[in-house]
């Protein structure tokens, strides 16, 4: 991302960074990207990214899953609001976004992995068993949604 508003001091971030995610489920199924990139690389969770200025939380959740998913959205309210952190050995943070994901409908359009997912799809909730999913998905998806087994 070319305008990133956290900046970097030796590849560590100086403060949070606000992103979204965004949960659309069609026919019973939940969208999810395999993240190509750290953090979370190669887990499968909901997508989304960084809040660019200027934008509200609706249009970075539809431009991020435009991005990576190919998939059209109509973003709605927040539904579940959480931080990441994740440290190196020194237990400096190496990572560090406020994430709010926001409940969303499927408008149009076919999935492809693009801008920094690696797989993007449609997953039941037998699917998601099977797959690498990440922790904060799971539980989100199980405790709010009863999506999962």
């Known amino acids: 991302m070319q305008n ?3 900046p970097k001091k030796n590849g560590y971030p100086q403060q949070p960074v606000v992103a979204v995610g965004a949960i659309v489920f069609r026919n019973n199924r939940v ?3 395999r993240r190509a990139q750290p953090p979370s690389q190669d887990l499968w969770a909901i997508p989304g990214g960084r809040v660019e200025i200027g934008e ?3 249009e970075a959740a539809e431009r991020e899953i435009l991005e990576e998913t190919g998939v059209t959205i109509q973003a709605r309210e927040p539904v579940y609001t959480f ?4 440290r ?3 237990e400096l943070p190496r990572f560090h976004y406020v994430i709010v994901d926001l409940i969303a409908d499927y408008v149009r ?3 492809r992995a693009g801008d920094d997912a690696a797989d993007a799809r449609w997953v039941s909730a037998e699917e998601l068993a ?3 999913v ?3 998905t799971v539980r989100l998806l199980k405790t709010h949604f009863e999506f999962g087994i």
């Open 88 to 90: 190196d050995g020194s």
């Open 83 to 86: 931080d990441y952190i994740e």
């Open 134 to 136: 990440s922790s904060k």
């Open 4 to 6: 990133e508003v956290s």
């Open 109 to 111: 359009g076919e999935t």
């Open 130 to 132: 099977g797959l690498k």
């Open 56 to 58: 509200t939380l609706q």
């Open 31 to 33: 969208l999810l990207v």
